[in-house]
T-cell receptor
Framework: GESVGLHLPTLSVQEGDNSIINCAYSNSASDYFIWYKQESGKGPQFIIDIRSNMDKRQGQRVTVLLNKTVKHLSLQIAATQPGDSAVYFCAERDYGNNRLAFGKGNQVVVIP | DTGVSQDPRHKITKRGQNVTFRCDPISEHNRLYWYRQTLGQGPEFLTY????????KSRLLSDRFSAERPKGSFSTLEIQRTEQGDSAMYLC??????????????FGPGTRLTVL
């Protein structure tokens, strides 16, 4: 079936540097995408979302970029902090479908 | 803390036993979801309720799994005759608002099941 996946399993980043996490998706019917952060022992936490009619959206220290041509999604974290250490998932939903399809997690480790 | 609570947080059981998990969504959230997550993987959708009606079930939800939301508030997920392959984190999420506005799903902390 169609799926969402991540390119890199682990990213180590120095505190204060920027982080970029990538995600490829294959369901062309998806029109809504979300990045989640999951810390150890906790459920996924919403970070930022983007609809398919946009190619960029910014939040506080985070930016999501969507390239529908190549079905690619990325999350940029500015000035990475120790509290950003977690597993990050991208997820997609196609129009009218309530379920979220998650990709494989990408571990971010922030080095103080 | 998102406001979604799950109980128990951890459950260890022997193969063949039945287990039941509970989820309390955010008050007045009409939609409730169950997901299963194995180590290193993203959550996989299991089932979804709108109020008390179970509207969608994944093919992952075998006949050993049953979920209920009798009063449209809390929900239970029961697994009968557990197998080692059922070991996973079971996550609950809730949401509210018009679907066309893509309402956020708020996740609980999960119940970690270990089947020995």
């Amino acid at each position: 079936g169609e799926s969402v996946g991540l390119h890199l399993p682990t990213l180590s980043v120095q505190e204060g540097d920027n982080s970029i996490i990538n995600c490829a998706y294959s369901n062309s019917a998806s029109d809504y995408f979300i990045w989640y952060k999951q810390e150890s022992g906790k459920g996924p936490q919403f970070i930022i979302d983007i609809r398919s009619n946009m190619d960029k959206r910014q939040g506080q220290r985070v930016t999501v970029l969507l390239n529908k041509t190549v079905k690619h999604l990325s999350l940029q974290i500015a000035a990475t902090q120790p509290g950003d250490s977690a597993v990050y998932f991208c997820a997609e939903r196609d129009y009218g479908n309530n379920r979220l399809a998650f990709g494989k997690g990408n571990q971010v480790v922030v080095i103080p | 803390d998102t406001g979604v609570s799950q109980d128990p947080r951890h459950k260890i059981t022997k193969r063949g036993q039945n287990v039941t998990f509970r989820c309390d969504p955010i008050s007045e959230h009409n939609r409730l979801y169950w997901y299963r997550q194995t180590l290193g993987q993203g959550p996989e959708f299991l089932t979804y309720f709108q109020n008390e009606a179970q509207l969608e079930k994944s093919r992952l939800l075998s006949d050993r799994f049953s979920a209920e939301r009798p009063k449209g508030s809390f929900s239970t997920l029961e697994i009968q005759r557990t197998e080692q392959g059922d070991s996973a984190m079971y996550l609950c999420a809730s949401s509210t608002g018009p679907l066309e506005r893509q309402p956020e799903q708020f996740f609980g902390p999960g119940t970690r099941l270990t089947v020995l």
